[in-house]
């Protein structure tokens, strides 16, 4: 069974559409990469699956249930864990403290320390004083605590050295290869196909190319066409 579904989902921002008709699916175990120009309606997918904001039309289908329209509180109990750009922290509160916030009955703090050795280190330092790279370690294992079965990640990568990054990939990588579904919005095109599985490509809110990351990994000029496509022959 998939993990996760979308079909046929349509989603806008106040009256403008931003998303038209998408499949996409999440499989235990995988990493589905979606990717895009900015604009492309990326990060507007992720808060509709999460319940951040509503869809229009279409099914969010979790391990056969239907979601799209259940609470955002409702779906993360339920299995869909969103970590949200920006790094969403809870400042004055320490490393450990944060964690356990997300803390679901049968997991342990080790699973986060394991994940991030980095973070045991620091768990008694308020998560203000955390380094970039620490902080969204911070929120994907705070996330993984919660014992979700699919977790969206909306551009980790952002603002980060290359070396952090490589270290974060690697991350997510083991997460599911552990067996967890993984959504993975990235910026940096190469490094996401490089870790993931099965590869989305969105351009104006629509699904331009839907299969192998291996196949856009060892062709940039396709990938590059995807992205741009007549919007290339329109700057002319």
Do not use: W
Not at 103 to 117: C, I, K, R
Not at 148 to 161: F, Q, T, W, Y
Not at 173 to 195: P, S, W, Y
């Amino acid at each position: 069974m998939n993990a996760l579904e979308l079909n046929k989902v349509h989603i806008k921002r106040g009256d403008i559409p931003i998303v038209h008709g998408v499949d996409i699916v999440a499989k235990p175990g995988e990493i589905s990469v979606l990717l895009g120009a900015n604009g492309a309606g990326k990060t507007t997918i992720l808060e509709g699956t999460s319940g951040v904001i509503p869809i229009a039309s279409g099914d969010i289908v979790l391990e056969g249930a239907q979601m799209c329209k259940a609470s955002a509180g409702h779906r993360a109990r339920s299995g869909i864990a969103h970590v949200e750009q920006g790094r969403t922290i809870f400042a004055e509160m320490s490393t450990e403290d944060n964690l356990r916030v997300g803390l679901h009955p049968e997991s342990g703090l080790e699973q986060a320390y394991d994940l991030f050795p980095e973070l045991k280190t620091r768990a008694n330092v308020k998560s203000a004083m955390l380094s970039g790279g620490e902080q969204q370690m911070l929120v994907i294992a705070r996330a993984l605590l919660g014992k979700p079965k699919v977790v969206l990640i909306d551009e980790m990568s952002a603002g980060l050295a290359p070396v952090v990054v490589a270290r974060l990939m690697q991350a997510v990588r083991l997460l599911a290869d552990q067996g967890l579904a993984v959504l993975l919005v990235e910026q940096f095109a190469n490094l996401a196909l490089d870790i993931g599985d099965r590869a989305y490509v969105l351009r104006r809110g629509e699904v331009v190319y839907d299969g192998s990351c291996e196949i856009l990994r060892n062709d940039p000029a396709m990938l590059h066409h995807l992205y741009l496509g007549d919007m290339e022959k329109d700057s002319a």
